[in-house]
């Protein structure tokens, strides 16, 4: 059974499990809960046929377990059946999909196979009254093609501000069910849809109006399905850059995320106006920097206390917490939360964050949220890299962050976070919608 691992590598279905169960409980004919001679006529060849095959461990009994195991390696050493790969599969998770969909035909098909290979010894079973039911027969060629277009928000002065085309993806001949599957898998509940019929054109500039709705029905995604359909979707406002996103660097321009804290030196003005152009900020927006007095070390460590219990809950690499006005107050008391919002000015929203996603950064973007207020809750000399960096005109600003300290900037300043690369990051964030 060493290589049980193996075998398992495609998941099995409901039915096959089924089918593989029933099969045993049919062969074991004395109900003892192991297939032996017991069960079969004295000499009888389909004892010995199964023995060979099932009775790995050579002791003339065939366990549920070896049953099973041996039914699956055998359906894997099946020769694939071209019926059930109509289309070739354009990406690693369909070939997955459809692999795992044809090892579970050949399973079914193979206890098809052993029921009709033995009935003829069995007689009428003593302790099973039920028929045994036959393997499906293959799934109809797939032909749904259903492509979704995405458009994610982007901050920034106008014209910039507002839904920008991002990208499409293609779900391409596969079968109603699984085209769902894929379709929501791209779509988060915060997200607008709008279902396109064949022939429509896209919107030039979408809005969360004219026909958008929330997060589709299977009824609504299976409307859209015939071949030409599409989907577009709106990515949630909230779901983008509310305080940024840890993730891999992809802009060739913004090398200077990745690795040693770099000087502005590294980027030519050319550069420079190109990043902040491309990304619709404003080349003479501005930040402002409050000294480490701002949010005493009493404090910090409350909040960073507080983010460690929820962490121990909650082990994310990247943890976001949602804090009321309230229970700011409750953690750090009242006239702190109170001296901090003010300081701030207008306050929709109190965020918590505790970071330790290593080997990523938060590329260049501008938010959503007017205006924002970054507290750093730890110091940038106790963990490497996480550097939070600004782009304007002058070149690349990388503020002294030290603990309890702030940042305050608007939604026209391009800005990141270079590469994390040891420690954890914990944060205070106050948010003007």
Same mark, same amino acid.
């Given at each position: 059974m060493a290589q049980l691992s193996h075998v398992d590598q495609f998941a099995t279905s409901a039915e096959s499990w089924s089918q593989m169960?029933?099969?045993?409980?049919?062969?074991?004919?004395?109900?003892?809960?192991?297939?032996?001679?017991?069960?079969?006529?004295?000499?009888?060849?389909?004892?010995? %046929?199964?023995?060979?095959?099932?009775?790995?461990?050579?002791?003339?009994?065939?366990?549920?377990?070896?049953?099973?195991?041996?039914?699956?390696? %055998?359906?894997?050493?099946?020769?694939i059946d071209a019926r059930l790969f109509p289309a070739m599969p354009t990406n690693h998770a369909q070939c997955l999909e459809?692999?795992?969909?044809?090892?579970?035909?050949?399973?079914?098909?193979?206890?098809?196979?052993?029921?009709?290979?033995?009935?003829?010894?069995?007689?009428?079973?003593?302790?099973?009254?039920?028929?045994?039911?036959?393997?499906?027969?293959?799934?109809?060629?797939?032909?749904?093609?259903?492509?979704?277009?995405?458009y994610q928000f982007r901050g920034g002065a106008p014209p910039h501000r507002g839904f920008h085309r991002q990208g499409q993806l293609q779900v391409h001949n596969f079968d109603p069910t699984t085209s769902v599957k894929y379709v929501k898998a791209q779509i988060s509940p915060q997200d607008r849809v709008l279902v396109c019929k064949p022939g429509e054109q896209l919107p030039p500039s979408p809005t969360e109006g004219a026909g958008f709705q929330d997060l589709p029905t299977e009824g609504i995604v299976k409307d859209c399905l015939p071949e030409g359909s599409f989907l577009v979707v709106l990515k949630?406002?909230? %779901?983008?850059?509310?305080?940024?996103?840890?993730?891999?660097?992809?802009?060739?321009?913004?090398?200077?995320?990745?690795?040693?804290?770099p000087s502005a030196s590294m980027l030519t003005p050319s550069t420079v106006k190109q990043l902040i152009s491309s990304k619709g900020a404003d080349p003479d927006a501005a930040f402002r920097v409050l000294p480490s007095s701002f949010v005493p070390p009493q404090a910090r460590r409350v909040l960073v206390e507080h983010l460690e219990r929820e962490h121990a809950a909650k082990p994310e690499e990247d943890l976001k917490l949602t804090l009321s006005h309230a229970e700011l107050a409750a953690l750090i008391g009242t006239g702190l939360a109170d001296d901090v919002v003010h300081e701030f000015g207008k306050c929709d929203k109190i965020r918590l964050r505790r970071c330790e996603a290593h080997g990523k950064s938060i590329n260049l973007h501008t938010d959503f949220h007017r205006r924002t207020m970054q507290v750093p809750l730890n110091g940038d000399d106790e963990y490497d890299g996480g550097k939070l960096v600004y782009v304007n005109k002058y070149g690349l600003h990388w503020p002294r962050r030290a603990a309890g300290s702030a940042t305050v900037h608007d939604n026209t300043i391009l800005h990141g976070v270079s590469e994390l690369k040891a420690g954890v990051r914990y944060s205070l964030f106050l948010q003007e919608e």
């Amino acid at each position: 059974m060493a290589q049980l691992s193996h075998v398992d590598q495609f998941a099995t279905s409901a039915e096959s499990w089924s089918q593989m169960w029933r099969l045993y409980d049919i062969l074991d004919r004395n109900g003892d809960g192991v297939l032996s001679s017991d069960d079969w006529p004295a000499g009888s060849d389909k004892w010995q %046929m199964l023995q060979s095959r099932f009775d790995i461990n050579g002791d003339n009994k065939i366990t549920r377990d070896e049953f099973v195991y041996r039914l699956k390696l %055998m359906a894997y050493e099946q020769p694939i059946d071209a019926r059930l790969f109509p289309a070739m599969p354009t990406n690693h998770a369909q070939c997955l999909e459809e692999l795992t969909r044809s090892a579970n035909y050949q399973i079914q098909v193979l206890c098809k196979q052993l029921f009709e290979a033995v009935s003829d010894s069995l007689g009428p079973p003593a302790n099973v009254q039920k028929v045994y039911q036959k393997a499906t027969s293959p799934p109809p060629a797939a032909k749904v093609s259903v492509q979704l277009v995405t458009y994610q928000f982007r901050g920034g002065a106008p014209p910039h501000r507002g839904f920008h085309r991002q990208g499409q993806l293609q779900v391409h001949n596969f079968d109603p069910t699984t085209s769902v599957k894929y379709v929501k898998a791209q779509i988060s509940p915060q997200d607008r849809v709008l279902v396109c019929k064949p022939g429509e054109q896209l919107p030039p500039s979408p809005t969360e109006g004219a026909g958008f709705q929330d997060l589709p029905t299977e009824g609504i995604v299976k409307d859209c399905l015939p071949e030409g359909s599409f989907l577009v979707v709106l990515k949630s406002m909230q %779901m983008g850059y509310d305080i940024g996103v840890f993730e891999q660097a992809v802009d060739p321009n913004t090398h200077f995320l990745v690795g040693d804290s770099p000087s502005a030196s590294m980027l030519t003005p050319s550069t420079v106006k190109q990043l902040i152009s491309s990304k619709g900020a404003d080349p003479d927006a501005a930040f402002r920097v409050l000294p480490s007095s701002f949010v005493p070390p009493q404090a910090r460590r409350v909040l960073v206390e507080h983010l460690e219990r929820e962490h121990a809950a909650k082990p994310e690499e990247d943890l976001k917490l949602t804090l009321s006005h309230a229970e700011l107050a409750a953690l750090i008391g009242t006239g702190l939360a109170d001296d901090v919002v003010h300081e701030f000015g207008k306050c929709d929203k109190i965020r918590l964050r505790r970071c330790e996603a290593h080997g990523k950064s938060i590329n260049l973007h501008t938010d959503f949220h007017r205006r924002t207020m970054q507290v750093p809750l730890n110091g940038d000399d106790e963990y490497d890299g996480g550097k939070l960096v600004y782009v304007n005109k002058y070149g690349l600003h990388w503020p002294r962050r030290a603990a309890g300290s702030a940042t305050v900037h608007d939604n026209t300043i391009l800005h990141g976070v270079s590469e994390l690369k040891a420690g954890v990051r914990y944060s205070l964030f106050l948010q003007e919608e």
